[in-house]
């Protein structure tokens, strides 16, 4: 009886099985995709919250597509699939993103055939545009690309995240339930120097797609998503990736429909063979720039501390069991580079024989590089065929503060928090960077009033892209490192205990004549042409009305 039991249900678990499998399989032409995208024949505005495209161009063409948001939030843009035609370049065929309504806004990326990576893209205004661009050859190109608005302040349980340990594992958010709509978690993955990173995907359970242009999971070869992608994989598999050094980053990017049970992956590090790689470690500040060398290194090399100087040979290193050189930002020969979205400081540490010693080494350039942008940090070794070039960029923060102070003199800062005011008192504001580089523009662009600490829905503009927005607003010249105004207390305070003020602030090469920082209130139209060099914002509070203050007091002296 018990095996005629086992015989009869053996029909049927296989064919719930079959039933998911080809679910799975029928996805591919899901109409829920199909009906929404379309084929856009040459360029379109839109408005909606989000959109699928599914793009084919001919030779020759110079399309234009206008993203419009109405709500608060931010666009996030999608190029899941691109086939531009055999070995065209990035001269001749290319996707360009401007982050603004017009092709005059700031760019933000450019994708074409060499493109390693599957790029996503944010906008920072109101508005998106990209241009898809085709040469002449007699070729169809296919496009796959979606958006969608999202609010930054938005969190997804267990998406994303820093990974340090020699073994781990990453699940999709929610994992085995379903996982949410428009999702896009990131994981950066880094083991010991000398090791590499084995990733193992024990389930995977996505929409299924030839080209996985809907939901996917993507793998690169490195700290970032901007190249080296591995991978692209989704449906249903148990793929295995590798890198090759010991940082590794995971993508999971999701649409709006057909969500399955994600993922569950687990990573190892593996040991690589042979000498430990260059061990050099850079931190960047906005006073100075900080090198550290192993002395082991070095050595393996053939070299020791009397070997290394810098484009200044006059700075030298502080020396323990490593060798340190730490010197300000405008010293030791440093160049500093505006290329037109941030600040570079570059120095480059040479190795060479000293003495009448004769070496077979390499010469070798250490070029260190600070790049000066609100993100995270960044280092990448590059090794030559012919000499080892160990090229470190670390990407650093300017350090930028806000305070009241009592007068317009801004000689007295106000110390005390909560602050209490009157109302329509008159309140001076000043932001203030710490650098060594004495050729900085600080400029207040936007500041924002709220009775809520996380800067929620309801918002009060006093300055708004250079602009007062407040009849009591006043801004001063830039000074030095120095951003100042003055406002007067307003009237959230009559309906809020608290009130915070949260300001953007950009910082600019004061040798650039037209930077953004010089160009003072400009109007949105106007906004999108305008550059800056980097970007940051700060938040200071409360403050509360003195009737708060006088009713503490009273309350105070009933309790004694």
């Known amino acids: 009886m018990q095996a005629l039991r086992q015989l009869l249900l053996l029909p049927l678990v296989a064919a719930l099985a079959l039933a998911e499998d080809n679910s799975i399989e029928s996805m591919a032409g899901f109409c829920c995709h199909c009906s929404s995208a379309g084929v856009p024949h040459c360029g379109a505005s839109l408005h909606e919250p989000n959109k699928p495209l599914r793009i084919e161009l001919k030779a020759n063409a110079n399309c234009i597509w206008q993203i419009q948001r109405n709500t608060n939030q931010t666009i996030r843009l999608i190029f899941s699939y691109f086939k531009f035609a055999p070995s065209s370049s990035c001269d001749t065929e290319s996707i360009k993103i401007y982050d603004g309504p017009s092709t005059n806004s700031p760019l933000l990326g450019q994708v074409c055939n060499n493109t390693d990576a599957v790029p996503v893209l944010q906008s920072s205004s109101d508005s998106l545009t990209f241009v898809i661009t085709t040469n002449s050859v007699a070729f169809t190109r296919n496009f796959f690309v979606f958006y969608y608005f999202f609010s930054p302040e938005t969190k997804i349980e267990?998406?994303?995240?820093?990974?340090?340990?020699?073994?781990?594992?990453?699940?999709?958010?929610?994992?085995?339930?379903?996982?949410?709509?428009?999702?896009?978690?990131?994981?950066?993955?880094?083991?010991?120097?000398?090791?590499?990173?084995?990733?193992?995907?024990?389930?995977?359970?996505?929409?299924?797609?030839?080209?996985?242009?809907?939901?996917?999971?993507?793998?690169?070869?490195?700290?970032?998503?901007?190249?080296?992608l591995i991978g692209k994989v989704c449906g249903r598999a148990q793929p295995t990736f590798e890198s090759s050094s010991n940082v590794m980053t995971v993508v999971l990017s999701t649409d709006y429909a057909n969500s399955y049970r994600g993922f569950s992956a687990q990573y190892t590090s593996v040991l690589l063979p042979g000498p430990v790689k260059p061990d050099t470690l850079l931190t960047c500040s906005s006073d100075s720039m900080k090198i550290v060398l192993s002395k082991s290194y070095l050595a393996s090399l053939g070299y020791n501390e009397t070997n290394l100087q810098l484009n200044d040979p006059s700075c030298s290193p502080f020396v323990t069991d490593s060798v340190i050189f730490s010197f300000p930002l405008d010293s030791c020969g440093t160049i500093k580079k505006d290329d037109g979205q941030s600040i570079t400081y570059t120095n480059i540490i040479s190795l060479s024989a000293t003495g009448n010693i004769i070496t077979r080494q390499k010469s070798i350039q250490i070029i260190?590089?600070?790049?000066?942008?609100?993100?995270?940090?960044?280092?990448?070794?590059?090794?030559?065929?012919?000499?080892?070039?160990?090229?470190?960029?670390?990407?650093?923060?300017?350090?930028?503060?806000?305070?009241?102070?009592?007068?317009?003199?801004?000689?007295?800062?106000?110390?005390?928090?909560?602050y209490y005011v009157d109302l329509n008192q008159t309140l001076f504001a000043q932001v203030s960077l710490r650098s060594t580089d004495p050729n900085l523009l600080v400029f207040v662009d936007t500041c924002t009033a709220s009775p809520q600490?996380?800067?929620?829905?309801?918002?009060?503009?006093?300055?708004?892209?250079?602009?007062?927005?407040?009849?009591?607003?006043?801004?001063?010249?830039?000074?030095?490192?120095y951003g100042r105004f003055k406002f007067n207390a307003f009237r959230f305070l009559r309906s809020f205990p608290s009130v915070y003020l949260q300001c953007d602030i950009l910082i600019c090469d004061s040798n650039n004549a037209n930077s953004r920082c010089t160009e003072g209130c400009i109007s949105r139209q106007k906004r999108a042409i305008s550059s800056y060099m980097w970007k940051t914002n700060t938040v200071v509070g409360p403050i509360r009305l003195k009737r708060d203050l006088r009713a503490a007091d009273h309350s105070g002296k009933s309790n004694t």
């Open 158 to 228: 267990n998406c994303g995240g820093q990974l340090t340990g020699p073994n781990g594992t990453i699940t999709s958010p929610y994992y085995p339930a379903p996982y949410p709509e428009f999702t896009y978690c990131v994981w950066h993955i880094q083991t010991a120097r000398n090791s590499k990173i084995k990733l193992q995907f024990q389930d995977l359970f996505l929409e299924l797609d030839k080209n996985c242009q809907f939901d996917f999971t993507a793998i690169y070869d490195g700290p970032t998503t901007n190249t080296g």
């Open 368 to 418: 260190v590089k600070c790049k000066m942008e609100n993100n995270s940090t960044l280092e990448v070794v590059y090794v030559t065929k012919n000499n080892i070039i160990q090229n470190t960029t670390a990407v650093g923060r300017y350090n930028v503060s806000m305070s009241f102070y009592d007068s317009g003199s801004f000689s007295r800062p106000v110390l005390q928090s909560p």
């Open 453 to 481: 600490p996380d800067f929620g829905s309801l918002t009060y503009d006093l300055i708004r892209s250079g602009c007062s927005k407040d009849d009591t607003v006043v801004t001063y010249p830039p000074l030095e490192h």
